[in-house]
């Protein structure tokens, strides 16, 4: 009878946490001169991630170092004027649904996400800000996430389209010679506010795989590379075989891999 109880309050406990809405704030840094605010909610296992549509470059006139770090960068939401990057993303389905835009059309593109491996089997902890957190890595497509989680917050999500470790993930970055990083900042939970996403719209959009997408926007971006290039003189510019080097993330994707692999 008591092993009854034991398992029904654990249980309770388990649905608990699941119920509750969170809300957490994040500082997305893609390079050193800019930093983008992301907006990450939970709710009864959706995950909806809300990111500002404009980067806010860092002042250069104050000394960083003497101010608090989430009051360097400014908040830019205006749903009226700017296109903000929405994903969401539901636990028990791979396929991973966020807004895109490209020559001024937004798209919603389907993302099938591939399964995240992490190795939590680190012994060290430390702290970050008031969290104690454990490390966890993951290779994700052609880069090695490292990934900083608290047990404190026993949610298993985080920031962009990265989760499924035993608790909230405070920090995480991408190994490359320009990182993106991720940085919590701010925390709500239980979390009691709306999530400031009109799925109408969203559900709405002309649809396109990933695939589809990049192979549009790298397509536009190598014709305005070729414009760009064909307003030189022969003379100043050398003409070499570019390597595809990607500024996100993403380094390969499934595709490419098994277009090398072939």
Not at 54 to 65: C, E, G, Q
């Amino acid at each position: 009878m008591r092993s009854y109880f034991l398992v029904c309050l654990l249980l309770c406990s388990v649905w608990g946490v699941q119920a509750q809405k969170l809300h957490a704030v994040y500082e997305y840094i893609p390079s050193g001169v800019a930093t983008f605010r992301e907006h990450v909610y939970a709710e009864n296992g959706v995950k909806t991630v809300v990111r500002d549509s404009l980067p806010v470059a860092r002042d250069t006139n104050t000394d960083a170092l003497d101010q608090d770090p989430g009051s360097i960068f400014a908040l830019s939401l205006d749903v009226g004027k700017n296109f903000r990057r929405v994903i969401i993303q539901k636990n028990d389905d791979k396929e991973i649904l966020e807004t895109r835009s490209l020559e001024g059309v937004n798209y919603l593109v389907k993302d099938q996400f591939p399964d995240l491996i992490w190795n939590t089997n680190y012994s060290s902890t430390d702290t970050l800000g008031k969290y104690v957190c454990h490390k966890a890595t993951a290779n994700y497509r052609g880069t090695t996430l490292i990934a900083y989680y608290t047990n404190s917050i026993p949610v298993p999500i985080g920031p962009y389209k990265f989760g499924g470790l035993p608790g909230l993930i405070v920090m995480l970055y991408n190994e490359s010679a320009n990182p993106n990083y991720w940085i919590l900042k701010e925390i709500g939970y239980p979390y009691a506010g709306d999530i400031p996403v009109k799925e109408s719209y969203v559900y709405a959009l002309p649809k396109l795989t990933l695939q589809e997408y990049i192979s549009k926007y790298e397509t536009i971006s190598e014709e305005k590379k070729r414009i760009l290039e064909s307003k030189f003189p022969a003379s100043e510019v050398v003409i070499e075989e570019r390597t595809k080097a990607r500024g996100t993330v993403e380094q390969v994707y499934e595709w490419e891999q098994k277009n090398v692999n072939e």
